[in-house]
C-alpha cells in the first residue's frame, strides 16, 4: 500500500480529555507506520494548517505521547477559527491542498465539536470538489454535549464528574455551617445553550432531599419569585440550599440573567456571572447569607477528577479516527453508541459527517423533572454512567504530571500566506 | 485509674480535613476506653455544650468513624461562635459547667483556628476559675495558615494542594487557547487577612515564567497601574497571563478591591468577587479576552484532591490531643514542628495555648518576591512539602463516599437554655 502522511489538529474550547483523544489518534497512527508515514499537528488548529505552522508528532517519545493521556488542555494548540464557505473564501482552500500537497498529506483529523464538525466536513469534501484526494474524520470533543448522534461528547463526562464532585464537597461544608453561618450556596457551571453540566449536579445527590436542592436550566424560562420560593423551601426544610446554576440561564424573553442590564459605578455593564446576580436576588428578596463560585475553566481542565469512562471513550474515537481513514471512509466521526445503561456499555460506530455537522443537540425536556427544578429519572439513567470509574493522573511533588512535548515545527516549503 | 467522659466538637469555618482530625480524637479515645467512658461530639460545635446538643460518638461504627478520615466538611456541625468574657457573661461557663457535671465530661478537646483557640483557652481556665476539673486541649484546623507556633494548620495543605493544581490545569487550557481566544486568567482564592492561599497558586510553576505568572497578595497594597502593566507584560511575552488573586487584596489604604464603590443598576453595592473587579480593570485599561474563576467553597472542601501530609497531620493532631489529655497537660495543643525542609519530616510537639490565642501568624515579608507579585525560594522552601503526597477518598458510582453518621442524640437531663 502507498504511504502517505497525516494531518491532527485541536479545534475549539478544549477539554480533559482532548488530548486522550490525540493520543488515540498519534498510538493508532504509529501502529499503521506502514500507511502513514508522518503525523502532523496543526499548531493552534486549521490555523497550523492554512499558515503551514506544523509540528511533526513523530519526534515525540512514546513516554511523552502516553502522558497525553492524562494531560488537560490542547497540547498542540486550539483555535476558534471557522472555515468559510468554499464558493466565497476558495483562496482558504486552495492553500490547504497546496500545503496538504506539500506534505504529502492524505489523511485530515479534526478534533473537535459542532462548528468543527462543520470544518471537517467541508474539509472533507475537497476531493470531490476540487479534485485532491483526502479522507477527512472528525473527532468528537466538547463539554457542550450537543453533538448529535454520538450517546455522549468526549469532554462532557469529565465535567460532569468535577461538577458532581464539587457539589457533593461542598454542599458538607455548608451542612456543616448552616446553623450560624451561609445558608444559600451557588455554584454556577459552564453551558450556555444545554443545561447538560448543570444536570450533572444532580448527580451529587439521589434526590432533591440530598444536595443539589435545586438547578437552574438554561431549558427553563427563569422565574424569579418561583426560583426564590423554592431556595427558602429548601432553607427551612433542610436548613440550607445549594443550587448549581447555568451560566445560560436565561428569562422567558431569551434575556440571559447575566444580561440583566446592571452596571457599575461607571456605567459599565456588570461583569459575566450568573451567580453573583442570582446570589444579590437571594439578598434581596430573602436575606439569606450567601455565598458563591464560578468554576469557569477549573471544570473543563480538571483531568484530575476526570472520568474513567470518559477518558477511554476520548481515546477509543481518536484510535477508530485512524481505522476510518484507513479504510477509506471519507467525511465520517467516530460516534459512541450506548448498548446498555447499566451496566453501562458502549461501543464505537461510525457516523456520516453531514448528519453531525451544523445539528446540535439539546437536553430532551423528560430530561428535567416536570417543575423544572431538578433532573428526571430518565435523565438520570442518561447522565450517571458518564462520571463512573476513576483514571487519577500520576503525581510528581504533589502535582500532576503533565506530557512535555518537543513540538519540533516541521520545515516550511510555501511562502507565507495571511489569514 | 478512674474514667470519665470526653468532649469534641468542631469550630468555625470547617475544612476537607477537620473529619480527619476528629476520626484522630475518636479513635484515640477508643483505644483508651479504660479511661474515656463516652466521647459526645457537640452538635454544632460549643453550641451544642451550651444546648446540651450531644452526639454519642460510641454508638457509630469502626467503618463510620474510619470513613470520617476521607469526608470533607464538619460531621458533627460547626459554628461560628465566641464565647464573651467569664467577667460579662458567667452564665455561659456556669452552663458549660452544668453541662460537664450532668455528663461526667472532664476532657474537653475543641477543634478550630485562632479565635476558636481563644474559646478553648477560657474554657481551660475553667478548673482554676470554677473549681471543676478539665483539661481542655485546642486541636488546630484552618485554610488561612494563621495559628502561631504550629509550621502549619491542619486544612491549608490540602486547599494549597487544590489551588496549585487547578492554576497548573487551568493554565494549560488558556495556553492551549490564547492566540484567538481568552488571554487573561484570573482565580480568586480565599485569605481575607493573610496570603498563604494565594501564594500556593505558585506551586502550580517553577518560576513566574511558568503560570501563574502574577500573583496578587493581600499584604502588598494594590496598584493598579503597575499590576496592568505587569499583565499586559505576561500577556506579550507568553501570550497568556495566569494570575491567583486572594481575596483580601487591598488598596494601600486598605480598602479592599471588592469595596471599591461599584454599585450595579439599583444602586446596591456590587457584591464581592475581586476576579471580577480585576478582570473590569484588564477590560477597560487593557483590552485583553479574559475569564475568571471564583473557587469559594470548592477549595477548602476539596477532600477529592487533599494533600497526604495534611491528612495525616490532621490525624496525628487528633490522636496527640488525647494523649495530652490523658497526660493532664491543661490548655494545650498539639503543634506540628518541622524538623527538614526536603526530605519533608515533622513531629507533633505540645504548644502553649496562651501562645496560640489571640495570635495571628502572617505571611513573612521574605516569603514573598521583591517586587511583591510572586513568591521568594524562601516562601517556596515552606510551602513546598505541604502539598506532598495523594489520598484519594475511596469512590462509588463515579463519586467520593462520605461518612454517614449516626448522630445518636444523648438523652437531655438539663433545663433548656437559652442562648
Redesign the interface.
Known amino acids: 500500500m502507498a504511504k502517505h502522511n497525516a494531518f491532527y489538529a ?1 479545534s475549539g ?2 477539554t ?1 480529555v482532548i488530548n486522550a483523544s490525540a493520543c488515540g489518534v498519534i498510538e493508532a497512527c504509529r501502529r499503521h507506520s506502514d500507511r502513514i508515514g508522518h503525523l502532523y499537528a496543526g499548531h ?1 488548529g486549521i ?1 497550523g494548517a492554512l499558515l503551514e505552522d506544523l509540528i511533526d508528532t513523530n519526534q515525540e517519545s512514546e513516554e511523552a505521547i502516553a502522558a497525553l493521556r492524562h ?11 471557522k472555515l468559510k464557505s468554499i464558493e466565497t473564501h476558495r483562496a482558504e482552500y486552495e492553500r490547504l491542498i497546496e500545503v496538504f500537497k506539500a506534505h504529502d498529506i492524505r489523511y485530515f483529523f479534526y478534533n473537535g465539536g459542532g462548528d468543527s464538525a462543520d470544518t471537517c466536513l467541508k474539509v472533507s469534501q475537497l476531493s470531490e470538489t476540487m479534485g485532491y484526494p483526502l479522507t477527512a474524520i472528525h473527532v468528537p470533543k466538547t463539554v457542550d454535549n450537543d453533538l448529535p448522534i454520538t450517546d455522549n461528547s468526549p469532554g462532557f463526562g469529565s465535567v460532569a ?1 468535577y461538577v ?3 457539589t ?10 448552616c ?4 445558608k444559600v ?1 451557588i ?1 454556577e457551571v459552564m453551558g450556555r445553550h444545554a443545561g447538560w453540566i448543570a444536570a450533572a449536579g444532580a ?2 445527590g439521589e434526590s432533591p432531599e440530598e444536595a443539589p436542592h435545586l438547578i437552574i436550566f438554561p431549558e427553563i424560562a427563569f422565574d424569579r419569585a418561583k426560583v426564590m420560593a423554592r431556595i427558602d423551601e429548601a432553607v427551612k426544610h433542610h436548613g440550607f440550599c445549594v443550587l448549581v446554576v447555568s451560566e445560560g440561564a436565561q428569562y422567558a424573553d431569551g434575556t440571559f440573567l447575566t444580561d440583566s ?6 456605567g ?1 455593564k ?4 450568573v ?2 446576580t442570582l ?2 436576588m437571594v ?2 428578596d430573602l436575606g439569606h447569607k450567601y ?8 471544570q ?6 476526570a ?1 474513567k469512562t470518559d477518558v477511554n471513550q476520548a481515546y477509543a474515537v481518536g484510535e477508530a479516527a485512524v481505522e476510518l481513514a484507513l479504510a477509506g471512509q471519507n467525511s465520517m466521526m467516530p460516534a459512541i453508541k450506548r448498548v446498555s445503561d447499566a451496566p453501562y456499555e458502549w461501543k464505537v460506530e461510525p457516523a456520516s459527517l453531514s448528519e453531525i455537522a451544523n445539528h446540535e443537540k439539546f437536553m430532551p425536556r423528560d430530561y428535567i423533572s416536570e417543575d423544572g427544578f431538578y433532573i428526571s429519572e430518565a435523565g438520570r439513567r442518561y447522565l ?1 454512567p458518564l ?4 483514571d ?1 493522573p500520576p ?1 510528581e ?4 504530571k ?1 506530557a512535555k512535548l518537543k513540538k519540533a515545527k516541521v520545515d516550511r516549503k510555501l511562502a507565507r500566506f495571511e489569514l
Open positions: 485541536q474550547g478544549v480533559a493552534n490555523i494531560t488537560p488542555g490542547g497540547a498542540f494548540g486550539s483555535c476558534r477559527y464528574k458532581a464532585t464539587s457533593r464537597e461542598a454542599a458538607l461544608d455548608i451542612e456543616s455551617m446553623s450560624t453561618s451561609t450556596f455554584l448527580l451529587s442590564g446592571s452596571t457599575d459605578a461607571f459599565h456588570q461583569l459575566g456571572g451567580a453573583p446570589a444579590s439578598k434581596e455565598h458563591w463560585a464560578v468554576a469557569d475553566y477549573l473543563r481542565a480538571a483531568r484530575h477528577i472520568s450517571a462520571i463512573l470509574g476513576e487519577f503525581f511533588n504533589g502535582l500532576p503533565v
